[in-house]
């Protein structure tokens, strides 16, 4: 524009002046185009610049809408009163909070997605959007915490007993144990392997990752301390969480450490043809995080399918003395098969220490398994303690036993015990509450 209008007045020095009108017209003619491409580039910018801005991320679900449904208007009206509510009313306040929170792992991605969009682009927040993150920031935050305790209550209160909270941990890092550069500390688990734990659907069966079926009679979630082989020479209480899952369920690493060994395990005796590893919080850590039964995420799942490709993180194959990071996807559940042939995923994590001393004449050391619910990252232990509660009570709800794991008696959910001590040269186990 400058340049054009650069033209006009040289034109009229050249031709050395002009009548008035003529110089009026002038003067009309350049404002008029003036404004005229003015108009026009700033037309296009705008419509440039508002083609060039993706839309707000959406979802299918309002949780603001289904918090108030679920967690005021169809409540009791003593309901929140834990201590005192009737029974029925206890249970629609548990049974309501396990749906809202149910929303939580899509909640977090959309939630993550808006804000990477707003800081991209803030122009585009409005009131809805900045009403949303108050809810999240104050009302959301109360829902994990909440639904665990009034899943206990429930149970203090209708089950015969009480279930305590977590407790402290157990071995901690205070001695020095193996490791040279002073204390020892255990991994914090940010996962438990399996990412879905919810919410129950008692029309399908399926809560989360895990699917209960009369076809397959499994205990889909293993608890730590349940004896195994009950009855023979060979019974040992598990020192593990241990899962039934559908073969293609993905599996996460649990914690920030370092490959201590991965192995190959053929089927012996029993259906394997997976992989085990374990991961240690550093060097010279008698720490163990032991992950065992997984596949690689490249190989096909299906039923009879053996697949021995190498584990993967990040396109990057696992040896041993690599650092793994909490959160990144390390493969599908491994192999399990019954007595009938049926066949389901299955995967474990443990959690241990070697015993200081242990193995001296030349033995296997032996092996203090620890309850996992008592190492998990404060980000989300309240989280995870709802969910194992909350899978406990599905299972219970869907095989008509409310006492089959007995929460009652447990010293965390999921948790029999707070240690199990693992003999390394016989396998015996001997529980410590």
């Not at 491409?37 to 705008?46: F, L, R, S």
């Not at 209960?212 to 009679?217: D, R, Y």
């Not at 493969?331 to 019954?338: K, P």
Request: charged content about 20%; glycine content about 10%; proline content about 5%.
């Amino acid at each position: 524009m400058k340049i054009r209008l650069l033209i006009l007045i040289l034109l009229l020095a050249f031709c050395g002046g002009a009548s008035s009108e003529g110089g009026e017209a002038a003067q009309e003619t350049t404002t008029t185009a003036a404004q005229e491409t003015t108009t026009t580039a700033a037309q296009e910018t705008t419509t440039t610049t508002v083609a060039n801005i993706p839309p707000v991320p959406t979802v299918d679900f309002d949780i603001q809408e289904i918090y108030n449904t679920k967690l005021v208007v169809e409540l009791c009206d003593d309901a929140k009163d834990i201590d005192n509510t009737s029974e029925e009313c206890l249970k629609q306040y548990s049974d309501n909070l396990g749906i809202v929170f149910g929303y939580a792992e899509r909640l977090e991605v959309y939630i993550n997605d808006l804000v990477n969009y707003f800081e991209e682009y803030p122009d585009q927040m409005t009131e809805e959007y900045k009403n949303l993150f108050e809810f999240i920031n104050n009302e959301w935050q109360s829902v994990p915490p909440t639904y665990g305790t009034v899943m206990m209550k429930y149970s203090q209160r209708f089950s015969g007993g009480s279930m305590p909270g977590g407790g402290s941990m157990p071995g901690g890092g205070s001695g020095s144990g193996g490791y040279a550069g002073g204390s020892d500390d255990p991994p914090q688990l940010k996962n438990l392997l399996i990412m879905n734990w919810g919410p129950y659907d008692s029309s399908t069966a399926v809560s989360g990752d895990f699917e209960f079926s009369t076809a397959k009679q499994f205990i889909y979630f293993d608890e730590f301390g349940r004896v195994h082989s009950a009855g023979t020479p060979n019974a040992y209480d598990n020192p593990a969480f241990e899962y039934k899952v559908p073969l293609d369920t993905k599996v996460y690493i649990p914690a920030d450490g370092i490959v201590d060994y991965i192995q190959w395990q053929p089927s012996s005796g029993y259906k394997q043809d997976d992989w085990e590893l374990t991961i240690k919080p550093r060097n010279g850590s008698d720490w163990r995080l032991v992950i065992d039964h997984i596949v690689s995420i490249s190989c096909e799942r299906a039923a009879g399918v053996i697949c021995d490709n190498p584990i993967t993180v990040n396109g990057v194959e696992l040896t041993s003395g690599m650092a793994v990071t909490a959160g990144d996807l390390l493969g599908y559940v491994g192999n399990f098969e019954d007595g009938d042939g049926n066949a389901i995923g299955r995967t474990e994590i443990t959690v241990g220490k070697y015993v200081a001393g242990s193995g001296s004449s030349g033995g296997n050391k032996d092996f203090n398994n620890y309850c996992p619910m008592s190492y998990l990252h404060e980000s989300v232990k309240s989280t995870l303690e709802a969910s194992v509660t909350q899978l406990m009570a599905s299972y219970e709800s869907w095989k008509g036993d409310a006492a089959f794991y007995d929460e009652a008696d447990m010293i965390a959910p999921g948790c029999w015990y707070t240690e199990i001590l693992e003999d390394g040269n016989t396998g015996k186990t001997v529980p410590t509450k």
